[in-house]
């Protein structure tokens, strides 16, 4: 789905400080943005520069208020920077400095090109679907988390486990595999692809329930509607359970703990500088060698 928003006048720029390439690029972006008339922004203990009218966000609080944020890092970073800003449904748009760029919209050998389409307003927002999950634990009240990627269950100590699965009332399976991951048609293409798992058009709103290395032959992935809530139950003997989002934050669990997964009210917008398609995409960045 495409959303509209108003021609870009303030950009934030985020900084994956453990690529040695980034603050280089960042300057050159700068450099190249503030010519056009572009206001910078940047957080506070990222990186300095001397240009007097750069805007300085106090790290802690994150980026809340300019039009767009340039991601300078791989999918990663991008995850990160969307868990982040999407309350505030601020798009982000990515210069490549890892490896496949799924998500990334340029890479850093043609970062001028980029700009140039998105400071001439050439560009389109795409919304994409992210999921949020309840870990309830006894006594306690429930906490939430938020995924762009996927929300991934395992055993910390990489033991099979059982994992049973509901939603509507209803058991969808039950499963004895490595763990189990739910994913969104954007995190399609993630680890959910690598545990076999279809590759799902991010135009389309469904959840993905995929297996980890399950010990039934004809166990597979399973593709629900958006509206459904999932509701994860372990076996009474299970132990060191983790929850991870989007492979980033991970928290513990016990089997007696109520998970919830379901898709999130709010969404990652992502900048769009070119009009070619996910199918596109995706057949370049899989046939590439990296």
Do not use: W
């Not at 928003?5 to 972006?29: H, Q, R, T, V």
């Not at 010519?35 to 922004?41: E, H, L, N, V, Y």
């Not at 307003?121 to 006894?138: F, V």
């Not at 109520?258 to 070619?276: D, E, F, S």
């Amino acid at each position: 789905m495409e959303a509209e928003f108003k021609n870009f006048k303030e950009i934030g720029i985020y900084l994956n400080m453990d690529k040695p390439d980034s603050p280089a690029l960042a300057e050159k972006c700068i450099n190249y943005l503030i010519i056009r008339g572009f206001k910078i922004a940047l957080l506070e203990g990222q990186i300095k520069y001397p240009h007097k009218d750069l805007i300085y966000y106090p790290k802690n609080l994150f980026y809340r208020k300019p039009d767009c944020i340039l991601v300078l890092g791989g999918d990663g970073t991008l995850l990160f920077v969307a868990r982040k800003v999407c309350f505030y449904s601020i798009p982000i748009f990515g210069i490549n400095l890892g490896k496949l760029g799924f998500l990334t919209e340029g890479e850093a050998g043609n970062y001028e090109d980029t700009l140039k389409n998105l400071s001439s307003g050439d560009y389109y927002i795409e919304e994409r679907m992210m999921l949020s999950c309840s870990i309830k634990k006894e006594n306690e009240s429930a906490c939430f988390y938020i995924a762009l990627n996927d929300v991934l269950v395992k055993s910390r100590g990489f033991r099979m486990m059982d994992i049973e699965a509901k939603a509507s009332g209803s058991t969808i399976d039950k499963f004895r595999a490595d763990g189990l991951i739910i994913a969104t048609p954007t995190g399609s293409t993630g680890y959910s692809l690598a545990a076999g798992g279809p590759v799902v058009s991010p135009q389309a709103n469904v959840m993905i329930l995929n297996p980890i290395c399950p010990h039934r032959l004809h166990d597979r992935s399973y593709i629900l509607p958006e509206d459904e809530v999932i509701n994860l139950e372990f076996g009474d003997r299970e132990k060191d359970i983790v929850v991870t989002f989007d492979g980033q934050t991970t928290v513990s669990i016990t089997p007696k703990d109520a998970v919830k997964v379901k898709k999130a009210t709010y969404c990652t917008h992502l900048i769009r500088l070119n009009q070619m398609s996910s199918y596109d995409r995706l057949r370049i960045k899989l046939s590439s060698e990296y």
